[in-house]
């Protein structure tokens, strides 16, 4: 922890749960104690790190909680003793539904992925999307995130279809994508919400969202940090970048 505070890095994220896609035989079993999982959060916390856990088995989960984590990633075998644990830690849930969604279509193709991998993909991937509605029935804290890069970058907007499909409502989705996100971060001063004071980064699409949410995969629009990018659904010429005077 203290190396990647020297390193400059900023976000820390451990595994106490196996994966999906490495080549081992198991993708929930434990795989470091609590003690360990102690040691390395308390440490991250003190530099300031937001620690995040990739877990999928219960037991990982219920680790990586009781440690002190930030958020659990992925979740999938996330039972009831661990939404209990994670409401009273405060703990975030990330679903990364559209990791187990593809993961779980690509299963299916011969020879996409080695035996093993393709064994747990088949397994694990359909899970996670009735666990997200559990978890959001039960009242756990969710944030968005998408694991991008386990599928095709460009394609994460399918996680907003993908949530409200597991039963939550789209203003919620787009909550846990802006002001829920920017929490857990530890952001939320700069990020999150269109107010005066924080950084002018703002999307827009065609029409509204909550009749539609599948048009959070057309944006129109583009400004980061007050600089527009792109208007109309078109790249905008950086000659003269717009200001961020005044911008919420």
Same mark, same amino acid.
């Given at each position: 922890m203290r190396l990647h505070y020297k390193q400059g890095d900023d976000l820390i994220k451990i595994m106490p749960s196996g994966g999906v896609l490495d080549e081992s035989s198991s993708g929930d079993n434990p795989q470091m104690t609590l003690d360990e999982i102690k040691a390395v959060v308390s440490t991250a916390h003190d530099y300031g790190f937001t620690v995040a856990a990739h877990a999928h088995g219960a037991e990982a989960i =219920? =680790?990586?909680v009781l440690g002190g984590v930030d958020s659990i990633e992925h979740g999938t075998f996330m039972n009831e003793e661990d939404m209990r644990l994670m409401k009273e830690h !405060?703990?975030?849930?990330?679903?990364? %539904? %559209?990791? !187990?969604d593809f993961v779980t279509q690509k299963a299916k193709v011969p020879g996409y992925y080695p035996t093993q991998v393709a064994a747990k993909a088949a397994a694990i991937g359909p899970q996670i999307l009735g666990t997200a509605g559990r978890a959001y029935r039960a009242g756990v804290k969710i944030?968005? !995130?998408?694991d991008a890069a386990v599928y095709p970058h460009g394609q994460n907007a399918h996680e907003f279809e993908l949530m409200v499909q597991a039963g939550m409502p789209p203003m919620f989705v787009l909550q846990a994508a802006t002001t829920h996100a920017a929490e857990l971060l530890k952001h939320d001063k700069d990020l999150g919400s269109v107010t005066v004071g924080k950084l002018a980064d703002l999307i827009a699409v065609p029409d509204?969202? +909550?009749d539609d949410i599948? +048009?959070?995969?057309r944006v129109s629009f583009v400004m980061k940090d007050g600089v527009v990018y792109k208007r109309d659904g078109k790249a905008v010429e950086l000659d003269a970048p717009a200001s961020a005077s005044g911008s919420p």
């Open positions: =219920r =680790r990586a !405060g703990t975030w849930y990330v679903p990364t %539904i %559209i990791a !187990g944030a968005f !995130g998408t509204n969202p +909550l599948s +048009l959070m995969k």
